[in-house]
């Protein structure tokens, strides 16, 4: 998922959180008691700690995330709303830690194990559990959920696989017609048949896009009028200039503690339209209880918030993510490996983490996969010292590998956002290419043009260097190398081509189409796969790396309960208020 | 100038006048009105003072550019040698903070800005680039709306219509968002603009010139019109034509020498108005690009930093609101020079 920056728009950084030992205890006693219950409760449940309900739990966002239909929307800022309303098939443990990156059912009674050569999946769907408009869940929502994925304009690749997806269009889908999506309301359940085995497939039913919807829910973009759903709170309202208002649904049961517990505040309202330092001001004074733009707060305020008196109210996690510069494989000088591998090894990484705010809130990077990521082993040739952690730029070695590659005095246009961080990146990087023989020149752009501007084949002769930033959509390695570095991630002439560096190596690409297939066979074969494929990556150079980015969580001093989930940060229904 | 000669005649000031050039006469007017002057004598320093931008960046400046960040670098305060860029304290270390004004004026003299580079420094190139645009596009629109006027009112009819229309739907934008579109479509072509023999890179300075210049057109071509309507209309102009003149010396010898003093008094104000103009584009990002610097663009970087760094933002708009003030005043004197209403204070 690409996450637009800084005072360009609402797809900003994940949420996080961190538990009190007591709250992780139960949390852990409940992955293990009823990760696999099954059935509905008979009585709504209000959850472990209900002593703790209550309250009204208030977000203060710069922006709104858009046009909130689930089917649409692909930012963290709604998704971290929609697992409290929604709930999918399976989905990521509602922990913290790396308990959270454990798959789990949902409203599915248990993970099926697929048949027909890993291409059918049988699911047994949970019965007793209504929408919040009070509509009983069937098998049949799913199909109207899949159904949606590709009437509804928006990202539909995830679900591509499923039989009979590629007949559908924004004009039609009748994925249960043509076999992919069959349902059966008298047996609850739910078949999924895809096209060709896919090792990841759970982790794509974990997306919102996948969450249950009731089967009467249009098939056209439902605007800011979120569909029901199934999860312990329910849209009350949703207004992108002012808030976003969850309420309690009356309907909800807890079925499964680990997937889906009750949450803590009676109300949660996301306001929107406050610039960040507002935010930080009005939490500082307990009138709201987060800043949701963590990784905006203005370098002023960041050293406000060093002061002890709000050590327990700040919270910093390491994201799976990468901030990186794609080289343009596909003109001069970039088409060039050791014009690549030049720059890679002049860029001053310790810059980049400056401009980021520290080695506090950033940590240099020279390989694709990001650290704590499935397959990751640290890897970085371009330094000075040991290869595997960075240490500082090579500039002989690049000055050589310039010269040997014949680029020497090229020009070269750096294209990026023109907010404050992307100028800045885009400055540094420009004295870097300078520093090596290049004759760099910055080219920057809003953040809403700049996007799809570096993505389009038609715009490859306009630029040598973009900056990009991608973080998870699921922790699995072809998130990264598979979606942003291969050959099929390349979409001519498409605003949605998410290879960037356009970076196509047969041999890489075999490798990668080795360990997806080797996905559900041989686990472990397709993780050192994955390793190998990250470190050839890193040594192609398409990209220069700069940082992994971590993620600034600021509470009201009244919120407790704080928890990490490695999948969506901070988990705000699981906050509890005190008086 | 025909006109001049006629009204002072009308107004009995002969002797006063006789042998006199008007814009002689305009410069005493100008001479004697002292706020004027001392808003001429601060223009003047501090275009002064940015021109000579590279003698101070010769002493400040770390790897020999000054526009360049300088992240990791370090400076001298007090005699010790210490970084930039200075790290969070606190247990958490949150953030990377600029060094403050250090009132040293070989080291960081107003402090550093987000990338480690110095304020000062950049303030003078700031000053350079901003006043170069605001005074080349406010020239470079007063030109163009002018010649254009010219034709209009001198041909009317049809030419007249098409080119009044043709200001009206310029004028139909807003200005900001007229300036904003056309910023961006322009930087998203590298190679910048081509037009003929004539290439303007997408990173130079001539590129907000030109867009600026470009969007205040209609409101120079608009008075000058007017004027130029009511002249043309006049008797030594159909003395002129009576004569056989030529429409080129017609426009150029007999009209133009009559509407160029209102151009002048228009060009002051425009440069105020296309210095802040720039100064907004600039801080929205979309008019001087790096590595150049304007004071827009310097208030836009600091403007995370206004509660520890103030002077980042603050000294650059100092310098807008010194340049504007000043530019103001010297119009409202020379509007009073060159106003035909004050001749009677001349005498």
Known sequence: ?579 | MAAVAEQVTSTGLRSAAVGRNPWALAWRRLRRNRLALAALGLLLLLIVVCLAAPLYAHDVAHDGNVLGPNLNGTTIVGGKVVPVMQEGGGILKLGETPIGPTWDLHHYFLGADNIGRDVAALLLYGGRASLQIGICSALLCCIVATIVALIAGFFGGLTDAILSRLMDVIWAFPVYLLAISLATELLTHSNGIQIGFLHVSATSLWTPTVIIAFIYVPYVYRPVRGQVLSVASKEFVEAAIAQGASNFRLIFSEILPNVVSTVIVLLPLMIATTILTESALSYLSVGVQPPNVSWGTIISDGQDLLYTRPWVSLAPGIMIVLTVLALNVLGDGVRDALDPRAKLRVR
């Open chain 1, 1 to 579: 998922m690409r996450q637009i920056r800084p005072k360009t728009a609402h797809l900003t950084g994940r949420r996080t959180t961190m538990a009190t030992l007591a709250g992780l205890a139960v949390l852990a006693l409940a992955a293990a008691g009823c990760g696999n219950s099954a059935g509905p409760s008979s009585k709504p449940s209000t959850g472990a700690g209900s002593a703790h309900q209550g309250g009204v739990f208030t977000i203060l966002a710069n922006s709104s995330f858009g046009v909130a239909d689930p089917a649409q929307n692909y930012t963290l800022e709604e998704w971290q709303l929609l697992i409290d309303t929604h709930d999918g098939l399976v989905g990521f443990a509602k922990v913290g830690g790396l308990p959270g990156t454990k798959i789990v059912p949902d409203l599915a009674t248990s993970i099926p194990i697929p048949t027909n050569g890993g291409k059918t999946y049988v699911f047994h769907i949970r019965r007793g559990i209504k929408f919040s408009n009070g509509q009983t869940l069937t098998p049949s929502a799913f199909v109207t959920t899949f159904d949606r994925q590709f009437t509804v304009p928006g990202p539909t690749s995830f679900y591509s696989g499923i039989v009979g997806a590629s007949k559908c269009s924004v004009k039609g889908c009748n994925l249960a017609k043509s076999g992919g999506v069959i349902a059966n309301d008298s047996a609850y359940t739910l078949t999924i048949n895809l096209t060709a085995p896919d090792p990841e497939f759970m982790d794509q039913l974990t997306l919102p896009f996948a969450y249950a919807v009731p089967p009467n829910t249009s098939l056209k973009l439902t605007g800011n009028n979120v569909p029901p759903g199934t999860g312990p709170y329910m849209w009350k309202s949703y207004n992108p200039n002012t808030e976003a208002v969850l309420v309690r649904n009356p309907y909800f049961h807890v079925w499964s503690k680990i997937a889906q517990p009750n949450g803590y505040p009676n109300e949660i309202i996301e306001k929107y339209g406050l610039q960040v330092s507002d935010e930080v001001t009005e939490v500082e004074n307990g009138e709201a209880q987060e800043v949701f733009d963590g990784d905006q707060i203005p370098s002023d305020q960041l050293s406000t918030l060093n002061s002890p008196q709000y050590a327990g109210q700040v919270h910093v996690n390491t994201l799976t993510a990468d901030w990186y510069m794609a080289l343009n494989t596909q003109r001069p000088p970039f088409n060039n490996l050791q014009a690549r591998q030049a720059i890679n090894y002049a860029a001053n990484r310790t810059a980049y983490v400056k401009i980021a705010g520290g080695p506090s809130l950033a940590v240099p990077a020279c390989q694709i996969l990001p650290p704590n990521f499935p397959s990751y082993k640290p890897y970085c040739p371009y330094t000075t010292g040991p290869q595997t952690t960075w240490s500082g730029p090579n500039l002989a070695k690049a000055r050589a590998l310039v010269k040997a590659s014949g680029t020497y005095g090229d020009k070269v246009v750096v294209d990026s956002t023109n907010d404050q961080v992307g100028t800045e990146l885009a400055e540094q990087m420009v004295s870097d290419l300078n520093s090596i023989g290049y004759k760099a020149s910055t080219q920057l752009l809003s953040g809403s043009v700049q996007y799809p501007f570096v993505q389009n084949s038609a715009n490859w002769s306009k630029w040598n260097v973009a900056w990009s930033a991608w973080y998870q959509d699921y922790p699995a390695p072809s998130d990264f190398l598979n979606v942003l570095l291969g050959c099929g991630s390349i979409h001519k002439n498409s605003d949605a081509s998410p290879n960037i560096a356009a970076f196509c190596d047969p041999a890489i690409q075999k490798l990668i189409n080795q360990a997806e297939a080797d996905g559900s066979t041989n686990p472990a074969k397709a993780a050192a796969l994955w390793t190998q494929i990250d470190h050839m990556d890193t040594q192609q150079a398409p990209w220069v790396d700069l940082y992994n980015p971590k993620q600034i969580d600021f509470l009201a001093k009244n919120v407790h309960g704080y928890e990490w989930n490695p999948q969506w940060y901070i988990l705000i229904d699981q906050l509890w208020l005190s008086k």
